[in-house]
């Protein structure tokens, strides 16, 4: 019984292994010429343009909950007046990016994943590297870096679009003055709080890419093999960006000690 779970073990953590690795390796990569400029302008369209529309939806649906949250919240002490820099707060901090890195994860994690399966599984890679093509540079690098570049613009396309989501119910429940709302919305936040929240978000582009590439590129089993991946993609991502975010908040919290509000 123990050489099994003995076994297990070892396979488990050579895995973890194979993919920090290979996280390594993309790190490297993304920072070393030649750059495939077209295939990276593509993946930042179909990974960052095209995630546009979910992240603003979203950023509004966030942004009216938050509004009417923090509105039931804040009546019981006749704070009505920081609503909109309580919610400006909450989303460029901590809701906005966390929110968007999971998000994506799901879209762009999925996708990278069952793409780069699919190919695995149709020998397309293999044909690649037959073609004196660098299948990682071109599959994986421009995929890293196209998520670097792609999350810290979406964050603050949801940190937007929440605030204009809360100035929605705001004006809905009590009238207020797009002016008013937004003054009243940046009073308590500067560049301290929207920097180091935003490109955490760096780390979470980084985190999904190389994830979701790594499962894709060792996806067996055929099409079954693909939708496990997908799957693993999204989930593992999710989980990584959680842990790493606890760890980066605390980092910001130590570099910038005004965003803990010291």
Do not use: W
Request: a neutral charge; hydrophobic letters at 50%.
């Amino acid at each position: 019984m123990e050489a099994p779970a003995g076994t297990a073990v070892t396979s488990f953590l050579a895995a973890i292994g194979d993919a920090t690795l290979f996280a390594l390796k993309a790190a490297r990569e993304t920072v070393i010429p030649p750059f495939e400029y077209a295939e990276t302008s593509r993946q930042i369209y179909e990974l960052g343009l095209r995630s546009a529309p979910l992240i603003a939806v979203s950023g509004l649906a966030v942004g009216v909950v938050l509004s009417m949250h923090t509105r039931a919240s804040l009546e019981r002490f006749g704070a009505e007046s920081m609503i909109p820099a309580g919610l400006a707060i909450a989303l460029v901090r901590e809701t906005g990016p966390l929110t968007a890195g999971l998000l994506l994860s799901g879209r762009i994690g999925a996708g990278i994943g069952a793409e780069l399966g699919a190919m695995r599984v149709t020998e397309q890679i293999d044909a690649l590297e037959a073609s004196a093509v660098d299948a990682f540079r071109y599959l994986v690098v421009t995929r890293v870096i196209a998520c670097i570049i792609a999350l810290p613009i979406l964050t603050t396309l949801m940190n937007f679009s929440g605030m204009l989501g809360g100035f929605i119910a705001e004006t809905a429940a009590t009238g207020m003055s797009l002016r008013l709302y937004f003054n009243r919305a940046f009073s308590l936040i500067d560049m301290t709080d929207y920097v180091p929240a935003t490109l955490k978000t760096i780390v979470f582009g980084f985190i999904i890419a190389t994830t979701s590439s790594y499962l894709g590129f060792h996806t067996d089993s055929g099409t079954e093999g693909v939708g496990r991946a997908s799957t693993k993609s999204v989930v593992l991502s999710s989980i990584l960006i959680i842990v790493s975010n606890v760890l980066l908040v605390r980092l910001i919290f130590f570099i910038f000690p005004r965003a803990a509000g010291g």
